[in-house]
């Protein structure tokens, strides 16, 4: 490393400490800073919450001129702006939502030299005003946010990203930092490709998310199970449940509120306003749980998400992946948890067979659920699985509900061998319910009228309970040993795999269902959540109650004041001067001078 870049390395650490008040890089940030504010181009391809805006904030600093952002979030605009003034930065926007004599003085501004950072929604950027006002400018970099939103088959696509390439060509001696968190190689290729990025250097980081705890448990009472699993580990917490139908999504809102849990509904059939209204609450008040379907997407920016709940199988692990990904972007402890039961499979594969898609479609979305699948019934670190599928490989994390409480496997060759049979005995037409009933023994009505209290799997299966039972159909179909006839109104059918079972030539493991519990696992949140003593979770309420004043007072989101995590390490730490709360990550120069002092007599206090 030439002297040169050990002066600019100095510069990037000591901003970062000052204005930004983090002791330190993450990853791979400080050498992607180094790398753009020395007037190279850039792909950056970091999971959510890896911390990509430091990668274009800091070079903007560092180097001479106005940075100017591209970025489809338009509703968030006001909040990064907000956010970086807090730090001191002159930002800025221009944007649609600003009228004819804001963007002028902005323009003015920015051909004086006066800004930073400048956020701008793309369509607006590639009109000739626009370009006539940085013609006149002095540009530090361009900043390209969402990069895969110039990708034609990703769902984000915007059609103004295409017109992107225009920049390299008015101003080939800027550069250019492209950012996403879309991790596929077909959209990585097509952003290179789109954007005339061929040049740029490109970084890969690792798309593990270390401070998110996935659990997945038995679905039984849905509903209930998320109530407890609300309350024993984020009451009051900001959090998002995802659900596959908009009914749902009502139903479940409206019965959260019921019990006391400040949930909002947001779906695609809601009024406009309604939706935006639900989105802006979310995203400024404290607390909030949005219940959703998966319309509630790209555009969350919330770094303090603490829990991503699913009460629905999603498709497939890249959606799995990008839902839970919302929680905890401020790198502090947050639960990805999902319900999963036999329904949930049953469900997914008839959305495939009964989908307008082709062949190819339904092969590919079978496959994908498939591979959801093998994660929801495995045995191993489930971070082991999900890296994998992406890729990277990595040893057990230690922080997933099957590191944490290993969960039992038993033979099962006996019980699959019983299940089996029973759907063979009963001619390949019932469903789930019907054939425990058989196998319990249950003289129904139903199992009266079809003779099948005669047969010879009557009342064989007394060792398991109901559920027992749920948990050996849900993975003999998950395993592929049997497959819902949806044309058969979800009647269970043998596959060719069952044959060995049968025959009793195949052994069966599987997954005994943990036993009910009120806590969900949780080894890393103690070290954290400040409320370890009941004198620093009084503490946090104080800190958060005085952050909420504040961001009234200011009209902006509560962790534009101050980031949770910065909150707690506050009331663990318990600082007593102002040299001790610079310390604490999260709180900057500015901030220490505008709220030190008022942070130190609360602290005391
Ligand atoms: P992304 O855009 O990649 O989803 P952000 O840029 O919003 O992520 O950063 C996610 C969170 O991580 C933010 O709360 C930010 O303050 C925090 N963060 C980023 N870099 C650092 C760092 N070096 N040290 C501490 N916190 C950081
Ligand atoms: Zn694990």
Redesign the pocket.
């Known amino acids: 490393m030439s002297a040169e870049n050990n002066v600019a390395s100095d510069e990037a650490l000591s901003l970062?400490n000052k204005v930004?008040g983090?002791?330190?890089?993450?990853g791979a940030?400080r050498e992607i800073v180094e790398h753009v504010a020395a007037g190279g181009d850039a792909l950056v391809l970091?999971?959510?919450?890896?911390?990509?805006?430091?990668c274009y904030q800091l070079p903007a600093l560092l180097r001479r001129g106005t940075a100017l952002v591209v970025s489809p979030l338009i509703a968030l605009m006001q909040d990064q702006v907000d956010a970086l003034r807090q730090l001191g930065v002159r930002a800025a926007l221009i944007n649609s939502t600003l009228d004819a004599d804001a963007v002028a003085a902005t323009e003015r501004a920015l051909r004086k030299g006066e800004i930073d950072l400048l956020y701008c929604a793309p369509e607006r950027l590639v009109m000739p005003r626009m370009l006539a006002a940085l013609e006149d400018a002095d540009l530090a970099l361009f900043a390209i946010d969402e990069a895969h939103c110039v990708s034609q088959w990703g769902h984000d696509f915007r059609p103004e990203y295409l017109q992107l390439s225009l920049l390299h060509e008015r101003f080939p001696q800027v550069p250019r930092i492209a950012?996403t968190?879309t991790a596929d190689p077909q959209t990585r290729a097509e952003i290179i490709r789109r954007l005339g990025l061929g040049e740029a250097r490109v970084f890969v980081s690792s798309f593990d998310r270390p401070n998110i705890l996935y659990t997945i448990v038995d679905k039984q009472d849905a509903r209930a199970q998320l109530l407890r699993f609300i309350r024993a580990a984020h009451a009051g917490e900001v959090g998002i449940v995802y659900c596959l139908s908009r009914r749902k999504v009502d139903e479940t809102a409206a019965w959260l509120a019921g019990q006391g849990v400040r949930a909002l509904p947001y779906h695609a059939g809601m009024p406009a306003e309604a939706r935006a209204e639900n989105q802006a609450r979310f995203q400024r008040e404290d607390g909030i749980v949005m219940v959703a379907t998966i319309a509630f997407g790209m555009g969350i920016?919330k770094?303090d998400v603490r829990f991503v709940a699913h009460l629905d199988l999603p498709k497939s692990i890249e959606g799995y992946y990008q839902e839970t990904g919302r929680a905890g972007?401020?790198?502090a402890p947050a639960d990805a948890w999902m319900t999963y039961g036999l329904g949930d499979v049953v469900q997914q594969r008839r959305m495939i067979e009964q989908s307008e898609g082709g062949e190819d479609y339904r092969r590919v979305s079978a496959a994908k659920l498939e591979a959801l699948l093998g994660l929801c019934e495995t045995a191993d670190c489930r971070r082991v699985r999900l890296l994998a599928y992406f890729g990277e490989q990595a040893g057990p994390c230690g922080n997933c509900d099957t590191c944490l409480e290993p969960p039992e496997t038993w033979d099962a060759t006996e019980a699959a061998r019983k299940a089996l049979s029973c759907i063979y005995r009963t001619g390949q037409r019932f469903g789930a319910g019907h054939l425990i009933d058989v196998l319990r023994g249950r003289a129904t009505e139903r199992v009266s009228n079809y003779g099948h209290d005669g047969l010879a799997v009557f009342g064989l299966g007394a060792e398991l309970d109901e559920a027992g039972w749920r948990g050996v159909f849900r993975q003999l179909i998950a395993l592929g040993y049997a497959r819902p006839d949806h044309e058969a109104f979800g009647a269970l059918r043998l596959t060719e795999a069952s044959r060995p079972v049968l025959k009793g030539e195949q052994r069966i493991e599987l997954r005994r269902a943990a036993p009910r519990k009120a806590k969900p696992a949780t080894r890393q949140r103690a070290a954290w959540a400040g409320a370890a003593s009941p004198a620093e979770a009084a503490l946090l309420e104080r800190l958060k109650a005085w952050r909420a004043g504040q961001a009234r007072e200011q009209s902006v989101p509560a962790y534009v004041i101050f980031?949770d995590s910065t909150l707690a390490a506050l009331a663990v730490t318990r600082p007593s001067d102002l040299g001790a709360l610079s310390a604490i990550?999260?709180i900057g120069a500015r901030k220490l001078e505008r709220y030190g002092p008022q942070l130190l007599e609360l602290l005391r206090g």
């Open positions: 970062l930004f983090h002791p330190d890089f993450r940030q970091m999971p959510t919450g890896g911390g990509k805006s430091l950012l968190a920016d770094p972007r401020d790198g980031h990550d999260g």
